[in-house]
C-alpha cells in the first residue's frame, strides 16, 4: 500500500487549499480514509474521517474544522483510489503538516505529509 500527498503550500488567512492523496490500495477491506495534521510539538491530531460503509460513506470532522474542510473520495479504479480534503477559510492556526492515513483490517497506512502554512 502506498499514499502519496500532494497539494499544500502558503494560503492568506481565508484562502483555500484542496490536497489530495492518492492511495494504491485494494478497497476491499478499507475501514477507513483520513486526513491527520501535526504542528511541531504536539500529538498528530484527525482532521477528516470517511467511515466506508457497504451502502453509503460517512464522514466525520474536528470540531475546528467544522463548516470549512470537506473530505472526499474518488471512486476506486485500478486498484488506486484518490481522497481529498477541500480546506475553505484556512487560519493561521491550520498550518501544520497534513497526512494522510488508510486503515485496512487492523493495519495503518501514512502518506508522506505535506506542508500547509497560513499566513495572517
Known amino acids: 500500500v502506498q499514499l502519496q500527498a500532494s497539494g499544500g503550500g502558503l494560503v492568506q488567512a481565508g484562502g483555500s487549499l484542496r490536497l489530495s492523496c492518492v492511495a494504491s490500495?485494494?478497497?476491499?477491506?478499507?475501514?477507513?480514509m483520513d486526513w491527520y495534521r501535526q504542528t511541531p510539538g504536539k500529538q498528530r491530531e484527525l482532521v477528516a474521517r470517511i467511515i466506508l460503509e457497504d451502502k453509503k460513506d460517512s464522514t466525520n470532522y474536528a470540531d475546528s474544522v467544522k463548516g470549512r474542510f470537506t473530505i472526499s473520495r474518488d471512486k476506486a479504479k485500478n486498484a488506486k483510489t484518490t481522497m481529498y480534503l477541500q480546506m475553505n477559510d484556512l487560519k493561521p492556526e491550520d498550518t501544520a503538516i497534513y497526512y494522510c492515513?488508510?486503515?485496512?483490517?487492523?493495519?495503518?497506512?501514512w502518506g508522506q505529509g505535506t506542508q500547509v502554512t497560513v499566513s495572517s
Open positions: 492515513h488508510i486503515r485496512r483490517v487492523i493495519f495503518d497506512y
Open positions: 490500495v485494494n478497497i476491499f477491506n478499507v475501514n477507513s
